[in-house]
């Protein structure tokens, strides 16, 4: 990775840092590129358990860096065999590997989120903000209907209709507004977003982080599924939960000696 990526950590936490500050972290191919391979080394490394991403300066993403050829398209000649059938683009790749990461991921929204840069933090699984937030999908006003998963994020966080509105309409919705209909899951004061996605992934990663993982792929899969397949992944999870013994063991002797856990992943 450059370093328009940074990638640091606290612990068992992982915080990536989107570094364009005076883009507001607008999305170059580069960035997009460094995203992939974070992406891929976060689910290879059992040292993280969580995944903190935030913006460098006031913003958190504020979409394509459409002056710096974000949404040019390369042209055939230049394209190898993979790149001429490629479904997905690059925005619905990015999109598919944060959303596929396998530890929680929260998004600390310390300012503008827009176009893909929302889309960004709608693939996480958490979102922490405070006053500085703000979310606008864009892609009306370029034009475009929404991409990067912000159809399929959007819906399933806020509803349908909310939904429309902030597509049909592409308007600001601020931090106060944005933790009123579940953009948002916690709102902090100040500058506080960081901070408050820091103390969330300290609650995850005090926890066995194989049953974590194994309750992520269960909520992810289960969203779409009728309540018999839900029931049977359910049951699947489990099994996977328990392939940590020591975690199993150590969860049952902290409970009886009444003293905080120490998980291992083992």
């Known amino acids: 990775m450059s370093e328009i990526l940074r990638l640091e950590r606290d612990g068992h936490v992982g915080v990536a840092t989107l570094n364009r500050p005076d883009k507001l972290n607008a999305l170059s191919g580069e960035l997009s590129a460094d995203l992939l391979a974070l992406c891929a080394e976060v689910n290879e490394d059992d040292g993280i358990w969580a995944l903190v991403i935030t913006g460098a300066g006031a913003g958190f993403c504020s979409g394509v860096d459409l002056r710096g050829g974000g949404r040019q398209r390369v042209g055939l000649s230049e394209q190898t065999h993979t790149d001429r059938l490629d479904e997905l683009g690059w925005v619905g790749r990015q999109a598919s590997a944060v959303y596929g990461i396998a530890k929680p991921t929260l998004a600390a929204v310390n300012g503008v989120a827009a176009g893909a840069g929302m889309s960004l933090a709608l693939a996480c699984d958490l979102r922490t903000g405070d006053p ?60 506080g977003a960081l901070d408050a996605a820091m103390e969330l992934a300290g609650s995850i990663v005090a926890l066995p982080p194989i049953a974590i993982r194994s ?42 000696e009444r003293r905080p856990a120490r998980f291992t992943g083992t």
Not at 222 to 235: F, G, S
């Open 215 to 256: 309750a992520k792929r269960v909520l992810q899969h289960n969203v779409d599924v009728a309540l018999h397949e839900a029931l049977l992944y359910e049951t699947a999870g489990l099994g996977y939960a328990r392939r940590a013994p020591n975690d199993q063991a150590e969860s049952i002797a902290s409970f009886r």
């Open 132 to 191: 500085r937030s703000r979310f606008r999908t864009v892609f009306a006003e370029r034009s475009l209907s929404p991409d990067s998963g912000m159809s399929y994020f959007l819906t399933r966080i806020v509803g349908y209709a909310r939904a429309a509105d902030l597509v049909f309409t592409s308007r600001d919705v601020g931090a106060e507004e944005a933790y009123r209909m579940g953009l948002l899951d916690r709102l902090a004061e100040g500058e």
